[in-house]
Each structure stands twice: as C-alpha cells, then as structure tokens.
C-alpha cells in the first residue's frame, strides 16, 4: 500500500511542477514544508498517513485550473464533492 501511496505522491508532484512550472524542491516547500520531501520519496523513504493526507489535501486546494487531476490517484471525496458544485 505505500508503495502506491508513494506513486500517488509522486504523479502529483510531477504533474503539478510540470504545470506550474516548478522544481520538485520547490512544490515540497509549498505542499509539505520540506524541499526533500520527494527526493527521499523517490529515494524509497516512508511518511506517515498523516503527512499522506495533508499533501493530498494541499494538492486539492492548489490544483491548477485547466490541469486534469491524474487518474490514478484518488482525490479525497470531500474535494470531489466540492469541484463538482
């Protein structure tokens, strides 16, 4: 399962600095106030459920307009509810 949750992370990460135009380091500082954040990820570090969700939930907020949130990567159902209204 983390494995996943990792790739999650990752597809976020990469698409939302691709949008943005961003560094990896930099969407760490603004996601999880942590530059390293996704280098150690990549690096096969752990997090924990909560940092997990908190990211994702800092990506929910942050999403670019116009950039399709990934497929595979679930987004919290209460940031479904709202992009839908």
């Known amino acids: ?11 976020l990460c990469d698409t939302f600095a691709n949008a943005r135009e961003l560094g990896e380091a930099t969407v760490g500082r603004h996601c999880a106030a942590d530059g390293r954040f996704f280098p150690r990820i990549r690096d096969g570090k752990t997090f ?19 950039v ?8 919290p159902p209460i940031f479904v509810t709202e992009a839908a209204e």
């Open 48 to 66: 924990t459920a909560k940092k997990y969700d908190e990211v994702v939930a800092w990506f929910c907020l942050h999403w670019p307009e116009g």
């Open 1 to 11: 399962m983390e494995t996943e949750l990792a790739r999650h992370l990752l597809t």
């Open 68 to 75: 399709e949130w990934p497929d595979k990567v679930p987004r």
